[in-house]
């Protein structure tokens, strides 16, 4: 986790420094620069929540994951507005009341919560892409950046694990 951050402002300088500036690459840049190796077995770092808790958090993901597989298959369908509505709604920044994210970040160490909020802001971005690619046609820049939103994922993943 903690690379993927100065990864990423290196991905944003890069357009910048080429002669010719291509802000469909953006999205490019940063899904590469989040991609995430899994970790070593028994190398993510243990979090405790509240027996509760932790049953609702597991289900967000299950729904998070679900989500995922809705949006793919609306993008596959080319309803662009419905994948942006599901990824809002359902994982966006507009989401977090719904996922009770004020309570459960109390219990998570910063990177868990930095990766989170990753993927949210990551989804609300694609709504945006995803609503641009109903006008425009062009769906790569929101492919890319779905991608982000699961690179959040996988790098959380990747790092941490309930108890």
Sequence with gaps: MRFIVPLAAIA?????????????????????????????????????????MREHTLANMRDHLLALQEIQ??????????????????????????????????????GMQDAGTAMHRGASRFGVAARDAAVTGDVKPAIGALSEVMGACVACHSGYRLK
């Design 73 to 110: 298959s609306a993008l596959a369908r080319s309803e662009y507005d419905r994948a942006a509505d599901i990824a809002e709604k359902r994982l966006g920044m507009s989401s977090l009341a719904l996922h009770g994210a004020h309570e459960i970040s109390k219990f998570m160490p910063q």
């Design 12 to 52: 944003i300088a890069l357009p910048s420094l080429a002669q010719q500036h291509d802000p469909s690459m953006h999205s490019q840049h940063m899904a590469e620069a989040a991609v995430a190796k899994p970790a070593p077995r028994g190398a993510r770092q243990l979090v405790k929540f509240p027996a509760e």
